[in-house]
C-alpha cells in the first residue's frame, strides 16, 4: 500500500522563441503510510515543482500521480491570509475538507484548531496577525494549519528555509513526530542536512529524476 506515487512524472516550461525546457525528466517515487522521505538537489533542480505535482498543485505535462484526498501543505513563505487571525488562518483548510470522512463541527474544529496551535507554542498568540509575528512563528501556524484536518500526507517546501537555527530545530521536532504513533507520510523538499536527517530516506532530484 503507498499513499503517494508518481509514474513516469514529466514537466516542461515553454518560453517563446525558445526550444521547451524540460524540468522533470521522468520521476517515478512511492511513499508508504508513515515514511518521511526528504527531497534534495541544487537550486532550480525543479523540487518545488515536483512537490507542486505531488499536491496537485500543478499538472505535469505527462505522467500521473496517485496522492491521498486528504493532504497538508507546509509552505517555504508561509501563504498566510494577512487579514485573519492565526486562528482563522488555521481554521482556513477546514472549510473545504472533510476530517476522516466526516464533516468538522464549527466547535470541533475550532478546538482542533487551538489543539494544534498551544502545540507548537503558540497559545497566547492565536488572535494576533501575522503583521504581529515573526518568520519563525508564522511557520509555526503554517504548519498547524497543514496538520488541521489530520491529513494522510503532510508536503512541505523548505520548512526550515527562512528560520533560525533554534526555531528551525523546533519545526523538525514537530515534523519528525508526526508518524509517531500514526500513519501520515512526510514528504520534505530541503537543503538542509538537518532537516533531511529526521526523514526514512533521502532522494535527490537530478537531472529531472530522482536518484
Not at 508508504?32 to 532550480?44: H, L, M, N, T, Y
Not at 507548537?120 to 503554517?142: D, I
Amino acid at each position: 500500500m503507498i499513499v503517494l506515487g508518481s509514474i513516469d512524472i514529466r514537466k516542461s516550461f515553454r518560453i517563446p522563441g525558445q526550444k521547451p525546457i524540460e524540468v522533470l525528466r521522468g520521476v517515478n517515487i512511492a511513499v508508504q503510510p508513515g515514511e518521511k522521505v526528504a527531497i534534495i538537489g541544487r537550486s532550480g533542480a525543479g523540487k518545488s515543482t515536483l512537490l507542486n505535482i505531488l499536491g496537485g498543485l500543478e499538472k505535469p505535462t505527462y505522467g500521473t500521480v496517485t496522492r491521498p484526498e486528504n493532504i497538508g501543505f507546509v509552505f517555504q513563505s508561509y501563504h498566510l491570509m494577512p487579514e485573519l487571525t492565526m486562528l482563522e488562518n488555521v481554521l482556513l483548510p477546514t472549510m473545504a475538507k472533510r476530517f476522516r470522512g466526516k464533516a468538522l463541527l464549527p466547535g470541533a474544529s475550532r478546538l482542533r484548531a487551538e489543539e494544534l496551535l498551544t502545540k507548537v507554542g503558540l497559545a497566547n498568540r492565536m488572535h494576533h496577525l501575522p503583521a504581529e509575528l515573526s518568520g519563525g512563528e508564522m511557520q509555526r501556524v503554517a504548519l498547524a494549519r497543514a496538520l488541521v484536518t489530520d491529513p494522510d500526507l503532510v508536503l512541505a517546501d523548505e520548512p526550515t528555509g527562512n528560520l533560525d537555527a533554534l526555531t528551525g530545530a523546533e519545526i523538525l521536532k514537530i515534523l519528525s513526530d508526526l508518524s509517531a504513533g500514526k500513519t501520515v507520510a512526510l514528504v520534505m523538499v530541503t537543503h538542509s542536512p538537518e532537516a533531511a536527517a529526521i526523514c526514512d530516506r533521502v532522494l535527490t532530484l537530478a537531472d529531472g529524476v530522482l536518484k
